[in-house]
Nanobody, 131 residues
Framework: EVHLVESGGGLVQAGGSLRLSCAVD????????IGWFRQAPGKEREGVSG???????IYYADSVKGRFTVSSDNSKTVYLQMNNLGPEDTAVYYC?????????????????????????WGQGTQVTVSS
């Protein structure tokens, strides 16, 4: 059974930074893409970033490009480094896994951009940015 657990959220002032972690269990990270998503109060869930550790494919939504960085330093954890945070980044952040059988950056972007297709979510981690 696949388990993904998010952590690292918190309260930070505008301009600050946070690093989120997604602990992955029950799957081989190299066979999957890991996506980061967020949902702000009253808004739909949106994709933030997608990452394939096997191929090095990375996708960022325009709203976070240049400020957020996704990485992995082992086979079990994926990180989302968030810099220069603003109040608009306040949301519950989630990670999810999707099969990624071959290198396909276009598919990665489509998957991250379609969070409604993902059926299983963890508890998420709250990020609150004060102005």
């Amino acid at each position: 059974e696949v388990h993904l657990v998010e952590s690292g959220g918190g309260l930070v002032q505008a301009g600050g930074s946070l690093r989120l972690s997604c602990a992955v269990d029950g799957l081989t990270l190299g066979d999957y893409a890991i996506g980061w998503f967020r949902q702000a109060p009253g808004k739909e869930r949106e994709g933030v970033s997608g990452f394939s550790s096997r191929d090095g494919d990375i996708y960022y939504a325009d709203s976070v490009k240049g400020r957020f960085t996704v990485s992995s330093d082992n086979s079990k954890t994926v990180y989302l480094q968030m810099n220069n945070l603003g109040p608009e980044d306040t949301a519950v952040y989630y990670c999810a896994a999707g099969p990624y059988p071959k290198k396909d950056p276009v598919l990665l972007q489509l998957w991250v951009s379609s969070p409604s297709l993902i059926k299983s979510w963890g508890q998420g981690t709250q990020v609150t940015v004060s102005s």
